[in-house]
Every structure is written in structure tokens, then in C-alpha cells.
């Protein structure tokens, strides 16, 4: 743990790029953080919301003890209570009646001790995590076309490829970091940059093409290019012949495709694709990098592929700038992977289906059982919890009743689970509400252990901030559970190095080069030496001194004929569809269900509503205004999001970012409306593909409010976002309100008790009302509503939290905008320096013509960088503005 003013060296918890932090502890209880310019994956710079980890270590909303039923318990009635009803329902019902879901955001340690159990001990298969709705098509690629799940390549291939192909992927949001590496190296080289995906992103602010395929268009693009490559001479023969199988019949199904066929599944115009083609033809350093919009989509593991095909084709795999590089959403989506923590792998890369790699786990772990079969995977298993199959559940550092797609079944699943146990650092979430266990975790800054990052780099994270409340570590309440249960010596472990220690000695074991995944040189580090653990890529296998970190340039796959395989990729069955396609994803500032990023009011600025982006004319077809409120619906459910009309988006298809939980919307869990249908191979969710349609929300009346404490506003619609001193929210009702005063009361949790000072204003001829209430000279809270919208200042009432308000400052706060001003200044852009949209605008307007003029006059973007992209989009905006 990192006493004051002594940096502690860990890895960021959030993407996949795997950043090295420092944390440095401060006397007043503050951490400050910035980035490890040691760190190889990112060189000392940190993107937005690593810049604001300080600012989400708070003990606010922590869950700091155990409870049972909602009743604060002690760890021996908690732990004894999970143990035993785990092990009567096993011995009731058997191994398969009970189920772990877990999470590619615990480390390597966590993960380890929760797949032993479960294979191992309990003997049963039914450990899945939320890797199922991230990795699990690429992990499927993988392993049909190398016979194992290896990403072959490494971050410095995006500097030194001439191509970067970005497929299903916002790279420049959602893996920063790498996106300025990239953008770095085509600075000096002039990488060309191809985005496809539906939306233009804002990484397609340095694409050179963007092709803004049709939902699940990919399978098709790549088809094409694969006869493409043979048409225009492009194999090379050597490295198929001697390192792959299959070609012909990959070829077969693409050779049977017009262009023309290719260019209406792929929903491109055909010119556009061919120069895309030409392009990836004629450079032979190319990087296809690819993530959830491959990933998540009945598709998925074919997208994989058809990918994965025209590398093997050209033989541009495994060498400096060439491959195709899976993009890992979380932390330590790989080191779950590693340990085998999905349903259908065994430890170390070993195959669940394979007796002797069975027979090699259980050895090595001298374990009383070992899983005989895949088990049920995510989607599968909260069906096996609806239907009584599985009859208890434990659920470790995921937040499945927003995540899971039919969110709205996964609540009813786990609401008729005879017994629900949920690990969190966080006291509500919509999942912590249906334990009836609740454990309370150490989160970052308290843990210890490590991860890896997507270019299979290991980390380590450490404690710099003392375990708060009565928090334990992950690895040590499920070896805690697993010792009650009566397997005290398997998981008798001391610390996180001795969990390490014994992954890695099983990496090793009997592996001779037979598996990729091989940390043997680490499996007697001392605790010391665990310690110290630089970061470290693998393969590190015993008694070699200066591993190759790339794989496969010269074969050498993990098949038994160790040839990689081509994998035919038949053309999805597209539907027919009329209505229009929900396509779901990220938004840069917030991380997944908001549990950590929602804290800061700084990362919540960028976007502090839902809302859901559809093309003009898509609008204008069913009457939504840019601004309005929209119900989106599907067959599942509904939801109510603010409509951003951008011609950004292709028509036919709308975007909601997955982000808002109940504790931040009325309605905009917007995975109760996502279809729980599967890709075949993977099993992963098509969470960004569902039939959908949009219509107005016919509001009785609109409002904004600011408020001291959190609210508890009752009404169809508001969405609430922190700011300092208290909270903001947007509201609207279908029906009008008898009294506003009491729903006002009500909002800002005023109890009877509480008397405090009230203004108010009202206008009868248009119905607008405001209201605000003091104690003191303190703002309780105000409330502004009417028909339409006011013309309030947004950011300005939200400051008057923290001001005093006097008898002047009292009417100017009902006046809802400072004296000067009339305009808002919108949305903040560049988080880091809190600059808002309009600031910039207005810059721009006069004559800041460039990024660095910006950074120049107001900063913005001069820190973390991750508002590069968006401050040059509003520039072209602004040019395009006055073309016109
Ligand atoms: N800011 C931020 N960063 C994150 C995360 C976060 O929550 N917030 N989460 C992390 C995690 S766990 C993950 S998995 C990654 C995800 O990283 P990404 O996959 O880059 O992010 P998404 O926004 O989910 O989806 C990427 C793109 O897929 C596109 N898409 C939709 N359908 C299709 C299709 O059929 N074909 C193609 N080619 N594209 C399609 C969407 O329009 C979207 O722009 O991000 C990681 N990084
Ligand atoms: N529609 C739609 N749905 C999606 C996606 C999409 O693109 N579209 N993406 C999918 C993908 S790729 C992913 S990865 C998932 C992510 O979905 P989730 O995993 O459900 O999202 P998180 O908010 O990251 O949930 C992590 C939970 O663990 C808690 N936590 C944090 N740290 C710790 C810890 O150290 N220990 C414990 N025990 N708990 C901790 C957090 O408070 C939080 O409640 O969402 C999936 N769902
Ligand atoms: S890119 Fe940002 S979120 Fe991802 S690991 Fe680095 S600092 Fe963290
Ligand atoms: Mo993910």
C-alpha cells in the first residue's frame, strides 16, 4: 500500500488498452494520478477517464459491509450462508443446479480461484462471464482458425503498418490510447485508415475510407476481398502451403459471389469497396484490428474468419505491422481467458472437450472432480435461472440485469432465484437490489494481482489505498466460500502471488510447446519478486531467455497438424426488415453501467442524458425533432431517450449507447430491448442488432432541475447526472401535474421535517413554473417546467450549487441564466479542462482554425487528447456551415 506522497505503480481498471498508472496518495486524503511513462502500453499518457480515476475513489455509494436480505450480516454468517445453501442445492439437485457469472474486469488471481471451484471442485461447467457478450466470437475465431484463442500480434504493429483497418470498432472512444499511438504513427508515416462501420465514429475523423456498411454487412466485405486478393494475384503461396489448410473451400464460397451480390449484403456501393480492396491488395503492412461490432452479432465468430482468411491468404500475420488484431474490451478480458473462465474452456488454454487436457487440470490440481462438458453460457444460463434449472447463482463484479441483452427476463430470472449471491463494490446497482447475499469487494486502488491487456501484456495491479469497511478481496471470499464448502487445502492460498504462482505453474504444465498461453519462467517468483513485476508480454516459457512476442509468422498454429485452418464464411441469412435496426455501444467518457464513471460530474458533462441518434429523414418519417423525447421499442420493451438527429447516422439504423441504469433514468436500460439472439458458434448476444422502431414521446410537460441530494423524482421521464455540490436532472411528465410544489418537494427528498425557504414564479398564459427551495442561504433545489423548453442555462444553475444566494442571487437563479448571458454553453467536449461546446464554437467562429488553435485559446484537448477527434469534427462542421 503506497503511504502519502509515494507513487504507486498499477494499471488503469478500465479498457483493454491496459495503461500504467501512477497513484500517488496525498495528505489530504486525495489520490492524484497520472500516467506510467514507463509503461509500454501507453508511455505516461492516460485518456479521460484514466485522467479521472481520482475523482471515483470516494466512499459514497460503496457497499462496505456484508448483508443478508438486505440486513448488514458478519462475514461468518455470509460466507457460512452461501456455502451451505450452494452445497445442499448441489447435493438436491447436482453439480449443474448452481452457476457463477463473472466478470472480465476481476484479476487474473480472482478469476483463477472462481474457475477451480467451479471445474474443478464442484465439477460442473457453469461458469460464464460477461466475456461471453465481449470476447466470445473472437475467442471462437481464434481457436477455429488457430487451435487456440491467440491474439498474434502487438500494440507497435499499429505504428508500423502502412493500413489500419478498423472493423466494428470506435477505437478512438472506446481504446484511446492505442488511437493516438495511431494517430502518432500516421503522423510521421502516413498510415492510411479504414473505419467500417454503420456510423460514422469519431474515428472516422482520420479514416481515409469509410465504409458505412449495412448491420452485419461484414461477413460479405470480406468475402469480397478474399476474391479480390485471388483475382489480383495476391496469395502467398508459400505460407498456405506450407502453414495453413482449407484455402479451397474458403475460396469457394467467395468465388461464388458476384460484386454485385457482395455489394448489396455489404451495403456499400460497389466503387467504394473496390477501392478499399485495392487498397488492403496493395499494402502489404495491414493491420485489421476489429471489436464489438464484429463481436456482438449472430455473425460474429464468421466475421471473425472471413477476417482472419485474408490474412492467412497473403500470409501477413505475425510479422512487424501485419495481422489481425482482436481489440479486448476490459482489463483483464484476456487473463479470463487464460485461466479458462468461460463455460466452454478449461484452465490455460486447455480444452474442456478434450480427455486428456481434462485428465492434465485435474492432476495438477488433485481435485476430487473435473468438468466433463461445456457448460451453459451466459445467455443459456439466466434462461436455466427463469426456468428453475439452476437454483443458485453467484454473481462476481458484473452488472447483468443492464448488461445482459433481455435485461428485462435476466431481473425476472434472478427476481424467482430461490438464492442470489452478488459481489460488488457498489451498494445499488439493479443487480445488488436481488442479492440475497450481498459481499463486499475491495475495488481498484484496494486490490492486488494482475492483469492482461490486449496485446497480452500482464500487469500488475496494486493497492495504494487501504481496504475500506469490512471489504475483502475477490479471490479471497470465493476461496473463503470454497473452504466451507470442504476444500479448504486447494484454496488454502496466503496471497495473490501464491494464486499467481500456481496459474503460472499450470500454464507450464506439460505444455512443451503445445499450448500458446505459457508463463512457466514466472511460476517461482517470490512475493518480493511478485511485487516488483514489471510489465511482462507472454509467451514467457521456462528457460527462455528473449521470447518472440508475435506468433505465427512462420506457422507453428496450435492445431494437431499445426497448420492454421481457413474457415468457409457462407453470407449471413440477412432478414428482411422493415423497421428500423438498434445498434447499441459506448460513449467516450462513461464506462459500461455507469457504476464508477457516473460518480464524476466531470465525465457525466459530455453527456448527461440518453438518448438515441437517428438520420434526418428517418426522423422526419415518424415526426421526432432534433431534442425531443423518443420511445425507442422493440419486441422486449421500451425505452424514453433524447433524440439527436445527425445525418451521422446511416438511415435505417438508430444508436443508444449501452451506459444508463436505473439509478440514472426513468426507462433507458436500453438491454431490455436488445433480442437475446446468439451467434451459433460463440454464443455471444447480437447486442447490436435489433429490430426496432422509434416514435415521439407526446410529453404533458418538460423540465430541468437542480438538487442538493440525490432526487427521487417520480415521473416518465428523467435522467439525473452529478455535479459538485448535488445533481441535475431532466424531466418530463405524460400527464399534468395537480401540485408542484409537493412534486418538487419530492424531487429534492425534502422530508416533513424539512421547512425550508421557497420562491417561486409562475406564468399562467404558458404554463411555465419555477420553483426553488433554500435553507439558509443554501440551494436545495430548483425546478424549471413548462410545455417546451426554457431558455435556462443548464451549466449555470448547475453551478449555483455551490454558491450563497441571497435576495439578488435569488431572482437571478428563477431567472434560470446568468446577467450577461443568454446563450448555454451546451455540453463540456474537453473534459480534462471542463471546456463546453459553445466556448468552442465560438472560438471557432472567430478564426481558431485548427486543433492546436483551440488548444491554444482555451486549452481544450491539450491534455488527455481524447477530444481530439470531436473538437476537428466541430471544425469541419463549422467550415462545411459556412460553404453553404
Ligand atoms: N469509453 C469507453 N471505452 C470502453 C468501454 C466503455 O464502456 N467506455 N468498454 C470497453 C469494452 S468492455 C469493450 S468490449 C470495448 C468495445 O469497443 P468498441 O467495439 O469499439 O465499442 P462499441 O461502441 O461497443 O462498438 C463499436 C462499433 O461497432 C459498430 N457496429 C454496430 N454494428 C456493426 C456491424 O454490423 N458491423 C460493423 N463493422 N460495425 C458495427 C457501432 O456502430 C460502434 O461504433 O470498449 C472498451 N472501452
Ligand atoms: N446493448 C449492449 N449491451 C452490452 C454491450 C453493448 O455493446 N451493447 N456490451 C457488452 C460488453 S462488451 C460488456 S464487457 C458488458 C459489460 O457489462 P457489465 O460487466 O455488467 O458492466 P459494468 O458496469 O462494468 O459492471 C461491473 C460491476 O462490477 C462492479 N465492480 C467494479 N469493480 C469490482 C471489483 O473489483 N469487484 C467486484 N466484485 N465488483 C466490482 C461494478 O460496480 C459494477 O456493478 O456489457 C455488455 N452489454
Ligand atoms: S485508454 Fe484510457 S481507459 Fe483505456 S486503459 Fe488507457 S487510460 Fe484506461
Ligand atoms: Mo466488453
Request: contains cysteine.
Amino acid at each position: 500500500m503506497g503511504a502519502t506522497g509515494c507513487s504507486v505503480k498499477t494499471a488503469c481498471p478500465y479498457c483493454g488498452v491496459g495503461c500504467g498508472v501512477l497513484a500517488t496518495p496525498q495528505d489530504d486524503g486525495s489520490v492524484s494520478i497520472a500516467g506510467d511513462p514507463d509503461h509500454p502500453a501507453n508511455f505516461g499518457r492516460l485518456c479521460s477517464k484514466g485522467s479521472a480515476l481520482g475523482e471515483t475513489l470516494s466512499l459514497d455509494d460503496r457497499l462496505l459491509h456484508p448483508e443478508i436480505n438486505g440486513a448488514r450480516a458478519s462475514w461468518d454468517d455470509a460466507l457460512d450462508l452461501a456455502a451451505t445453501r450452494f452445497s445442499e442445492t448441489i447435493a438436491q439437485h447436482g453439480p449443474d443446479s448452481v452457476a457463477l457469472y463473472i466478470s472480465g474486469q476481476l484479476l487474473t488471481e480472482d478469476y483463477y480461484v472462481a474457475n477451480k471451484l467451479m471445474k474443478g471442485f464442484i465439477g460442473s461447467g457453469n461458469i460464464d462471464t460477461n466475456s461471453r457478450l465481449c470476447m466470445a466470437s473472437s475467442v471462437a475465431g481464434h481457436r477455429r482458425a488457430f487451435g487456440s484463442d491467440t491474439v498474434p500480434g502487438v500494440y507497435a504493429d499499429l505504428e508500423e503498418a502502412d493500413l489500419v483497418v478498423l472493423v466494428g470498432s470506435n477505437l478512438a472512444w472506446c481504446h484511446p490510447i492505442l488511437y493516438q499511438r495511431l494517430v502518432a504513427a500516421r503522423e510521421t508515416r502516413g498510415t492510411k485508415v479504414v473505419v467500417i462501420d454503420p456510423r460514422e465514429t469519431a474515428s472516422c475523423e482520420i479514416a481515409d475510407v469509410h465504409l458505412a456498411i449495412a448491420p452485419d454487412g461484414d461477413v460479405a466485405v470480406f468475402l469480397g476481398l478474399l476474391a479480390h486478393l485471388e483475382q489480383s494475384g495476391q496469395i502467398d503461396r508459400d505460407y498456405v502451403e506450407a502453414h495453413t489448410s482449407g484455402a479451397l473451400a474458403a475460396l469457394d464460397v467467395a468465388r461464388k459471389l458476384s460484386r454485385e451480390e457482395i455489394a448489396r449484403a455489404a451495403g456499400v456501393d460497389a466503387a467504394q469497396l473496390v477501392k478499399f480492396f485495392a487498397l488492403w491488395a496493395s499494402t502489404e503492412k495491414v493491420v485489421t484490428c476489429y471489436s464489438q461490432g464484429v463481436n456482438q452479432s449472430t455473425s460474429g465468430s464468421d466475421k471473425v474468419n472471413a477476417i482472419i482468411n485474408c490474412h492467412l491468404f497473403t500470409g501477413r500475420i505475425g510479422r512487424p505491422g501485419m495481422g489481425p488484431f482482436s481489440l479486448t474490451g476490459q482489463p483483464n478480458a484476456m487473463g479470463g481467458r487464460e485461466v479458462g473462465g468461460l463455460a466452454n474452456m478449461l484452465a490455460a488454454h486447455m480444452q474442456i472437450e478434450n480427455p486428456q487436457d481434462r485428465a492434465r487440470v485435474q492432476g495438477f490440481w488433485a481435485s476430487p472432480v473435473i468438468a466433463d462438458k461445456p457448460g451453459l453460457k451466459a445467455v443459456d444460463m439466466f434462461q436455466a435461472v427463469a426456468d428453475g434449472r439452476i437454483k443458485a447463482i453467484w454473481i462476481i463484479c458484473t452488472n447483468p440485469v443492464v448488461s445482459m441483452p433481455d435485461a428485462d427476463s435476466v431481473r425476472a430470472a434472478l427476481e424467482s432465484c430461490p438464492f442470489v449471491v452478488v459481489s460488488d463494490v457498489i451498494r445499488e446497482t439493479d443487480t445488488t437490489a436481488l442479492a440475497h447475499v450481498l459481499l463486499p469487494a475491495t475495488a481498484w486502488g484496494e486490490k492486488d494481482g494482475t492483469v492482461t491487456n490486449s496485446e497480452r501484456r500482464i500487469t500488475r495491479q496494486r493497492a495504494f489505498l487501504p481496504p475500506p469497511g469490512q471489504t475483502r478481496h475477490d479471490w479471497k471470499m470465493i476461496c473463503d466460500v470454497a473452504a466451507r464448502m470442504g476444500f479448504a487445502d486447494a484454496f488454502a492460498f496466503e496471497n495473490a502471488a501464491a494464486i499467481f504462482r500456481e496459474h503460472a505453474a499450470l500454464s507450464a504444465h506439460e505444455n512443451n510447446g503445445a499450448r500458446d498461453f505459457d508463463i512457466g519462467a514466472l511460476e517461482r517468483v517470490s512475493d518480493e519478486q511478485f511485487n516488483a513485476l514489471a510489465p511482462v508480454q507472454w509467451p514467457q516459457r521456462k528457460g527462455e531467455e528473449a521470447p518472440e512476442t508475435r506468433f505465427f509468422a512462420h506457422g507453428g498454429f496450435f492445431t494437431p497438424d499445426r497448420k492454421g485452418r481457413f474457415v468457409p464464411t457462407p453470407l449471413p441469412l440477412q432478414a428482411a426488415r422493415d423497421g428500423l435496426t438498434l445498434n447499441t455501444g459506448r460513449l467516450r467518457d462513461q464506462w459500461h453501467t455507469m457504476t464508477r464513471t457516473g460518480k464524476t460530474g466531470r465525465l457525466m458533462a459530455h453527456a448527461p442524458e440518453p438518448f438515441c441518434e437517428m438520420h434526418p429523414m428517418d426522423a422526419q418519417a415518424v415526426g421526432v425533432m432534433d431534442g425531443g423525447l423518443v420511445v425507442v421499442a422493440s419486441q422486449r420493451g421500451e425505452i424514453i431517450v433524447r433524440a439527436k438527429i445527425t445525418s451521422r447516422q446511416s438511415r435505417g439504423s438508430v444508436f443508444v449507447p449501452m451506459h444508463w441504469t436505473s439509478r440514472f433514468a426513468s426507462k433507458a436500460r436500453v438491454d431490455a430491448l436488445a433480442m437475446p439472439a446468439t451467434d451459433p458458434v460463440s454464443g455471444q448476444p447480437a447486442l447490436k442488432h435489433t429490430p426496432c422502431s422509434v416514435r415521439a414521446f407526446a410529453g404533458a410537460w418538460h423540465g430541468f432541475a437542480v438538487c442538493a441530494a440525490r432526487p427521487a423524482p417520480d415521473c416518465a421521464y428523467w435522467a439525473v447526472a452529478p455535479v459538485e455540490g448535488g445533481f441535475r436532472l431532466e424531466l418530463a411528465g405524460s400527464e399534468p401535474c395537480p401540485d408542484w410544489k409537493s412534486f418538487a418537494g419530492a424531487v429534492f427528498g425534502l422530508t416533513n421535517a424539512d421547512e425550508p425557504e421557497w420562491v417561486a414564479y409562475s406564468d399562467r398564459a404558458t404554463g411555465a413554473v419555477r420553483l426553488a427551495a433554500f435553507a439558509g442561504e443554501a440551494l436545495v433545489g430548483a425546478i424549471f417546467v413548462g410545455a417546451g423548453a426554457a431558455r435556462i442555462s443548464r451549466n449555470f444553475l448547475s453551478q449555483s450549487l455551490n454558491a450563497p444566494h441571497g435576495p439578488e442571487a435569488r431572482v437571478r437563479l428563477l431567472a434560470g441564466r446568468p446577467a450577461q448571458s443568454t446563450a448555454d454553453d451546451g455540453y463540456t467536449i474537453c473534459s480534462c479542462y471542463s471546456v463546453a461546446s459553445g466556448i468552442i464554437i465560438r472560438e471557432i467562429g472567430n478564426g481558431a482554425d485548427s486543433v492546436q488553435a483551440i488548444g491554444a485559446k482555451l486549452k481544450a484537448g491539450t491534455n488527455c487528447g481524447s477530444c481530439r477527434s470531436e473538437l476537428q469534427r466541430m471544425i469541419h462542421e463549422h467550415r462545411l456551415a459556412e460553404a453553404i
